[in-house]
């Protein structure tokens, strides 16, 4: 797989990802499938356009299959509220491909991104709804480890996961930022 920039022209492909329900229902905080083209096109415009101002290592990135160039969802690595001073990796992909590893392909690629910058990135979380069984596999892949429920993210009861610099299993999963 390959993480890029969403570029603006990538509403048409990014639709079938974020506009399903099996995708939307469980990311936090809680985001209505995306109802249209133009409404995608916006949301994507959005990310575009905050990219721009965020400090490396964080961004949001497409993902899309090495082979054949096909957008297949996005990860992003971006402050968690109330304070930002903890990092989120977010992981959100078409229906069609889960189940191949390339949530947590992604997820460890932007963790090794975080934790080789220049920026001190010691720690990384994931924020998982609690039923949601397959986001807190993946983080597991990654290499999290749980480190208990809290409310202080989003206002959500949320599952929170860990992964501490030196904790990074370097022979991982690997995906290739251009």
């Not at 202080?152 to 009861?157: I, P, S």
């Amino acid at each position: 797989m390959t993480l890029r920039p969403w570029a603006t022209g990538d509403a048409e492909a990014a639709l079938p990802v974020y506009g399903v329900d099996e995708v939307s229902r469980w990311l936090a905080p809680a985001l209505e499938p995306v109802s249209d083209l133009a409404a995608m096109e916006r949301l994507v415009e959005r990310w575009v356009t905050e990219s721009a101002t965020l400090e490396p290592p964080q961004g949001r990135w497409a993902v899309s299959l090495r082979e054949t160039g096909e957008l297949v969802g996005g990860v992003a690595l971006l402050p968690l509220p109330p304070f930002g001073s903890d990092l989120e990796i977010g992981w959100q992909l078409a229906p069609g491909v889960w189940g191949q590893g390339l949530a947590a392909e992604a997820g460890h690629a932007v963790a090794h991104q975080a934790f080789e910058s220049d920026a001190g990135v010691e720690e990384l979380f994931a924020v998982v709804r609690p039923r949601n069984t397959r986001g807190a596999a993946t983080a597991r892949r990654v290499g999290m480890e749980w480190v208990g429920e809290t409310e202080k993210y989003y206002n959500l009861q949320l599952q929170v996961y860990r992964l501490r610099k030196g904790d990074l299993d370097a022979g991982g999963p690997t995906a290739a930022f251009p």
